[in-house]
């Protein structure tokens, strides 16, 4: 072979690879990538679980599908509290100490309002420095998306990915400012509330409900000076929980304190979770919890899917505007509308 033939023949292989590499990977890889442990893997099934590509959707139901039976047992946790309070400091050294013994943790979020804010809630690469780092450990900011309930469903199938990867310890994160945390509440096992001493839960932007989902509260920023304060609180929202009757299980939330950035008091946390899951397992709760939060997730899709069927059906769409019009005019009443434009959609 001459130099030149044998130049373009080894061109031309570089290219195939080259080309090879581009090429999607099939469900099927994708899920062996996964259950192998491979983070590129999973990165990349959670990003088809995230487009709005009829052809993505299409590849993450079946990596989806494929993942169910491969999963691991894990625990979620859910872990709120208002921005500043210490959300990623905590998860940095909670998570570093849960990969210290031997844990999988996986982190992900639940911010419907970061493609707005643009102040994203593990957006910023740079947060969680040392467990992004971590090998045994896997971060995921939250879908961009401007419905929490498309948030909460794309979260809800990362959950499903990240166990068949082996990730036993899944941190769901979301801040305790609105609407989202029902929704975590709904997708996770406990449900850790941080707090900050020395302010009201209405200065904290804490909306009331958040304190009875709790399974529980640790009060963060207990050093320095407001260590005296931190222990002040606990006493005093320990005996506010006991206000709250207790929990399926018996279990009534208990109030820590820590430290994150010192990284003291972070084992307590897991002491604490530790107990609720044992006594939640021996009393089957559990279980019950995952299948009863399994339920309503199928109601919220079937619910989803009518809704988004229904309104984007051309004829409701045309006859929806006509109703409006005729409402405005005083024309119908709107219970007589609403039974016209739904009889549309009704089999005969
Ligand atoms: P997030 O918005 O809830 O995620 O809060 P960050 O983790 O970003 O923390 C907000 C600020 O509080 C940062 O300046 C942290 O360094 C600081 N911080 C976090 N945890 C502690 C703590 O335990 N003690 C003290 N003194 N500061 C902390």
Not at 35 to 45: F, M, N, Q, Y
Not at 203 to 223: F, H, P, S, T, Y
Not at 224 to 244: M, P, Q, R
Not at 337 to 345: D, E, R, V
Request: proline letters at 3%; charged letters at 25%; glycine letters at 6%.
């Amino acid at each position: 072979m001459t130099l030149k033939k044998k130049q373009s023949s080894t061109t031309k292989r570089i290219a195939k690879i080259k080309q090879l590499r581009k090429q999607e990977p099939s469900a099927t890889e994708i899920v062996k990538g996964i259950v192998e442990g491979d983070k590129a893997h999973l990165a990349r099934a959670i990003t088809l679980i995230e487009s709005s590509n009829q052809n993505h959707s299409k590849k993450a139901h079946q990596i989806i599908e494929a993942s169910l039976s491969k999963r691991t047992a894990s625990i979620r946790i859910g872990i709120t509290g208002v921005p500043g309070v210490g959300k990623s400091t905590f998860i940095e050294a909670f998570g570093k100490m849960l990969t210290g013994l031997g844990k999988k943790v996986a982190v992900l979020a639940v911010d419907p309002t970061s493609s707005l804010s643009k102040g994203s809630i593990l957006g910023d690469k740079t947060r969680m420095e040392l467990l992004a780092k971590d090998p045994n450990a896997f971060i995921r900011p939250s879908p961009s998306s401007e419905s929490l309930g498309g948030v909460a469903r794309k979260t809800r199938e990362s959950i499903i990915l990240c166990e068949a990867a082996g990730y036993d310890i899944i941190l769901v994160e979301t801040v305790g400012v609105g609407q989202s945390e029902t929704v975590v509440h709904g997708m996770v096992d406990f449900f850790l509330l941080l707090k900050l001493a020395g302010a009201g839960d209405e200065l904290q932007g804490i909306k009331r409900g958040i304190m009875e989902m709790a399974d529980g509260v640790v009060i963060n920023k207990a050093d320095g000076a407001n260590k005296v304060e931190a222990d002040k609180a606990k006493i005093e929202f320990t005996s506010a929980l006991h206000l709250y009757p207790a929990k399926d299980n018996n279990w009534y939330p208990k109030v820590l304190t820590c430290s994150a950035i010192q990284n003291e008091g972070i084992t307590n946390v897991w002491e604490m979770i530790t107990e609720f899951t044992n006594l939640a397992t021996k009393s089957l709760s559990f279980d019950k919890n995952r299948i009863k939060q399994n339920q309503n997730w199928f109601v919220e899709t079937v619910n989803d899917k009518l809704y988004h069927n229904f309104y984007n059906d051309e004829l409701v769409k045309t006859e929806l505007n006509k109703l409006l019009l005729e409402i405005e005019e005083n024309k119908i009443s709107p219970f007589f509308a609403a039974k016209k434009l739904l009889k549309l959609k009704e089999s005969p």
